[in-house]
């Protein structure tokens, strides 16, 4: 077999192309692993609009990762200090929907939890939520995208009235200002900050800002880099439209004409003066200036953030904060213009469009809204009322649910909590108390494995059908062209056989992850993620479609009838396209007007003190990716980072008597860590980086998460994973 099968890297949300074609081809020699097993031959998909044939070196090495630490067979245990001994696939759901109607009937269905991912592909999403927050009536559905991007949800739903990125990435290629804020975009989102880059050295013109308080490799890149305190996001923001205040950049037309709110946010920014705000922030306000100057002097600016901004106790106000910015200058809805959130997960967007959050139903409805419940009882032929009327438990919920005695069963799938989640001792104590935990995972060991009762085989990508979303909402086909090992099956097919098996025999009789597909998208009918017109074989023959589809037309929201005619100084067409949200300038808020969200800068929810007087900052490193599970296993880009460290600013190291490589005891009010020290000035005074990869399985006391706290925002309930106070302790030798 030679042909090519056109598919998404399985990686990060910036969903590039991929053609993958198999190991032994006439007249080649054959792909080789490091140990000598025959590989699949990959290489970037031209044809993709997305990445136009570019592919980092964590798409590029795949393939290494797809016989490796395979989980082949159900297994389960009676308690956690037992081994676990394979059982046939009949047994384990068997065991699973017992466990179900037990708790069902003991606890009630608000006891059941899955925790899931943004490594599923649509129709695992779709049939996940169809199984708990249809017929079991609990909408205790969680993803790791809690721990991602539910900031960017919360915030655009406030802003816009719904979710979703307005923007794609051919507007990285026609702005004139890129203002990258919490995210460092070259390690994290490779092939955007390519094109970005680019783009950017063709023409000097074209100004690029980067706000990190590290001087990452996106920031080295940058006119402008804004090395500020951490938590000050907002004062920066504010102080910036405060100078486009003062200055006279702000598009009046517009804020009267299509946004709502602007009085509250014009008193708030004006108590961001330059003088406070570069104080608060620890930067010159020389480049506070140069930087709103930036904003308005140009035509098109497009921000783009990331866990930076999400990862924090107030990531919703910093969402709205940069929208802001955006609304006061009327820069969305045109081309190269706009907020522009960069997902994590390969299939983040996909599970925000099915409904995989625990306030959330498929087609961007919400689970508080009664006429969104509704909509979706009738279309599941559920009764009246079935739907919980409550926002389910979120990941850091079940957590805690798990130390009351709440969660009586905990299903976790594709996703490593043990090394992702906040206050890692907790985490782990907690799973440690859970009364009934099933693992469903394509890999073994894993960190989280070890806390498990049963154990489900996945299918990955390669061996199943399904579809992913991108971060700029292009949907993409990735069809199966290799066989699951062992007996590992899709998760969706594993949803769909419990529900099966609880009685739900008509509401999961689907004969493929195609016809999966195909009740989803009806779901989205004349919502804002309409993909009316999509199936499997659509994109199998067309390739890679964005949504809305088709295009919006006027007066088509889903959310009714607004009269609106839009600013006649405004550039935008007066119609609505796939590549861009609201470029018709009519937003799906109830007015039709997007808001302004007026702010105050709330700081970290732990800053630092005496006793705890450095702010750790957490992140992500070029050729790594998460937990480790696959690049862990790939030699070369296990190679590129073998093991943990932290930065450490050269004056800090110094005080403190810490030496390059030296190991140094890092510790939290939580618990307490070892790294050997990278002393950088890439790092500012008084703040500390480590790379958040590693758990348990490879390396002794380096798990970064070990040491952050659970604080939330409270409006997307997303934790701060980016910061908490720590001390230093060099390790000396006895
Ligand atoms: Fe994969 Fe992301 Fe790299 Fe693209 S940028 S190849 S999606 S990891």
């Keep these: 077999m030679t042909e090519v099968t056109k598919t998404l890297c399985p990686y990060c949300g910036v969903g590039c192309g991929l053609e993958v074609s198999p190991p032994a081809q006439p007249g080649k ?109 609990s909408n205790n559905f969680d993803a790791n995208s809690r721990l991602c991007m539910s900031s960017a949800v919360a915030g655009y739903i406030q802003s816009f009235g719904a979710d979703g990125p307005p923007c794609c990435y051919e507007d990285l290629e026609l702005t004139d200002c890129a203002f990258l804020i919490g995210t460092n975009t070259a390690e994290c989102h490779p092939i955007v900050f390519n094109r970005l880059e680019k783009y950017h050295k063709r023409n000097r013109k074209v100004k690029m800002i980067v706000v990190d308080p590290r001087r990452t490799p996106t920031a080295e890149a940058a006119d402008l880099h804004l090395a500020i305190r951490p938590g000050t996001d907002i004062d920066l923001l504010n102080g910036i439209a405060h100078l486009l205040m003062r ?132 279309f599941w032929g559920l009764k009246r009322g079935q739907i919980s009327p409550n926002p389910g438990l979120t990941a850091w ?20 909590p043990a090394v992702s989640m906040p206050d890692l001792e907790r985490t782990k104590a907690a799973l440690m108390r859970s009364p009934f935990t099933i693992y469903q995972d394509a890999y073994y060991p894993t960190e989280t494995a070890t806390y498990a009762h049963v154990l489900l085989p996945a299918a990955q990508w390669s061996e199943k059908t399904g579809v992913m979303t991108n971060s700029e909402r292009t949907v993409t086909l990735c069809p199966a062209f290799r066989r699951p090992p062992g007996e590992a099956k899709a998760d969706w097919e594993i949803f769909a056989e419990v529900g099966r098996r609880l009685g739900f025999v008509g509401e999961f009789a689907f004969a493929n992850s195609a016809e999966v597909y195909a009740e989803f998208v009806k779901l989205t009918r004349d919502r804002p993620c309409d993909m009316t017109g999509l199936s499997h074989e659509q994109l199998r023959s067309q390739g890679p479609t964005q949504w809305p589809h088709p295009a919006e037309e ?72 998460h937990t480790l599970t696959r690049t862990g296993r790939i030699e070369k880009t296990r190679q590129m980072h073998p093991e ?58 380096a798990e970064a998460n070990a040491l952050t706290h659970p604080e939330s925002c409270p409006d997307s309930l997303q934790p701060e994973l980016k910061a908490c106070a720590v001390q230093l302790i060099p390790v000396t030798a006895e």
């Design 29 to 137: 020699a054959t792909h080789r692993d490091g140990q000598g097993n025959p590989i699949w031959r990959v290489r970037g998909d031209k044809a993709h609009p997305s990445s136009q044939g570019m592919v980092c070196v964590k798409g590029a090495t795949i393939a290494e990762s797809l016989d490796k630490n395979r989980l082949h067979y159900p297994m389960v245990r009676d308690s956690l200090d037992q081994k676990f001994r394979r059982v046939s696939w009949d047994e384990a759901f068997d065991l699973i929907t017992k466990r179900i109607q037990a708790v069902r009937f003991t606890q009630g269905p608000e006891a059941i939890c899955m925790y899931g991912s943004g490594q599923f592909q649509t129709e695992d999403y779709y049939i996940a939520q169809k199984l708990l927050k249809g017929c079991l009536g």
């Design 247 to 378: 200055w006279n950049y702000i598009d009046v037309g517009f804020i009267d004409d299509c946004t709502s709110n602007f009085p509250a946010y014009a008193e708030v920014i004006c108590h961001y003066s330059p003088e406070i705000v570069a104080d608060r922030c620890g930067i010159d306000i020389k480049d506070l200036e140069t930087a709103a100057r930036y904003w308005g002097e140009s035509q098109r600016v497009l921000s783009l953030w990331s866990m930076g901004v999400n990862q924090s106790s107030e990531g919703t106000a910093k969402v709205r904060t940069i929208i802001n910015l955006h609304l006061m200058t009327g820069q969305i809805g045109k081309p190269g213009a706009g907020p522009f959130s960069l997902t994590g997960q390969p299939n983040a967007m996909g599970g925000r469009e099915a409904g995989g959050l625990a306030h959330l139903l498929p087609g961007y409805r919400l689970v508080k809204n009664p006429q969104h419940r509704a909509e979706v009882e009738e």
């Design 397 to 416: 919920d079940m957590i805690t649910g798990l130390e009351d005695g709440t969660v009586g069963l905990l299903w976790i799938a594709a996703t490593n």
């Design 554 to 625: 006027m007066g088509r929201t889903g959310d009714g009838e607004i009269n609106f005619t839009p600013p006649p100084h405004h550039k935008s067409p007066n119609t609505q396209s796939s590549k861009r949200l609201y470029t018709n300038l009519r937003f799906h808020t109830p007015d039709g007007r997007a808001r302004f969200g007026a702010y105050h800068s709330r700081g970290l929810a732990e800053p630092p003190d005496p006793d705890y007087p450095f702010v750790l900052t957490t992140g992500r490193l070029y050729g790594h990716w």
């Design 644 to 701: 943990p460290f932290i930065e450490i600013h050269p004056r800090d190291a110094a005080r403190l008597e810490i030496t390059d490589n030296q190991l140094v005891e890092v510790r939290s009010r939580r618990s307490k860590t070892f790294f050997p020290a990278k002393i950088t000035k890439a790092i500012a005074p008084g703040t500390v980086f480590v790379p958040m990869h590693w758990g348990a399985l490879w390396a002794d006391n």
